[in-house]
């Protein structure tokens, strides 16, 4: 039970954060289960073949840039479980049209298979929801995280699963995922941006 628990938390973190519609989400092995859309950010530019371009943290920074997190996962139902987990993402390559990050997952001690994240430029401008309800913008703010202070975007997401209502709060500096806050009544959730290794 605790690895099936332990490996279906890591495809959750694989998936990514509560996106706008325009930002593409990251085509990786694992399913992405927090994508869901939202109107396209004010400083994207319109980019040919009726798309928009994406702002991007990474494509301001060079290839073995290293971005890790520190996820902390307390389940209270239908067992009382704490994991604790770290995140390493390293931008392996990029040209044109997009980019490839390297994923690596530890938890409670134990290596998964490290996985790739691919993400584009640019994202369909037609802003087309995904699926769910769409994420909440709540504005900016400036966050505190072991990596530094970083102005972010602060979205909301709520879904029900199985009975269960789940909130989410991400907050994002150009599209880079800082700090993300996950309740449920039978869980939860904090994952924080700790170092940021920039080449």
């Known amino acids: 039970m605790?690895?099936?628990?332990?490996?279906?938390?890591?495809?959750?973190?694989?998936g990514g954060c509560p996106r706008k519609a325009s930002s593409p989400a990251p085509a990786t092995t694992a399913p992405t289960t927090t994508s869901a859309s939202m109107a396209a950010p004010p400083n994207q530019g319109a980019a040919a073949g009726g798309k928009t371009a994406v702002?991007?943290?990474?494509?301001?920074?060079?290839?073995?840039?290293?971005?890790?997190?520190?996820?902390?996962?307390?389940?209270?139902?239908?067992m009382k479980m704490k994991t604790e987990?770290?995140?390493?993402?390293?931008?392996?390559?990029?040209?044109?049209?997009?980019?490839v990050l390297k994923v690596a997952v530890t938890a409670n001690g134990t290596a998964m298979p490290p996985q790739e994240e691919k993400g584009d430029w640019v994202a369909p401008?037609?802003?087309a929801a995904a699926s769910g309800t769409p994420p909440k913008?709540?504005?900016s703010e400036k966050v505190k995280v072991g990596a530094g202070e970083f102005d972010c975007e602060h979205l909301q997401t709520t879904s029900t699963v199985a009975g269960a209502a789940t909130t989410t709060d991400s907050w994002t500096f150009k599209n880079l995922?800082?700090?993300?806050t996950s309740k449920s009544d039978s869980m939860t959730?904090?994952?924080?941006?700790?170092k940021l290794d920039k080449k």
């Open 137 to 139: 913008d709540l504005g």
């Open 2 to 14: 605790r690895k099936i628990v332990i490996l279906s938390f890591s495809c959750l973190l694989l």
């Open 177 to 180: 995922l800082v700090k993300m």
């Open 85 to 99: 987990t770290t995140q390493t993402k390293t931008l392996s390559s990029k040209d044109d049209k997009g980019y």
């Open 125 to 127: 401008a037609s802003g």
């Open 189 to 194: 959730m904090s994952m924080e941006l700790t």
């Open 55 to 78: 702002e991007s943290f990474w494509r301001s920074v060079g290839v073995g840039t290293v971005a890790q997190y520190a996820i902390v996962n307390d389940i209270q139902k239908p």
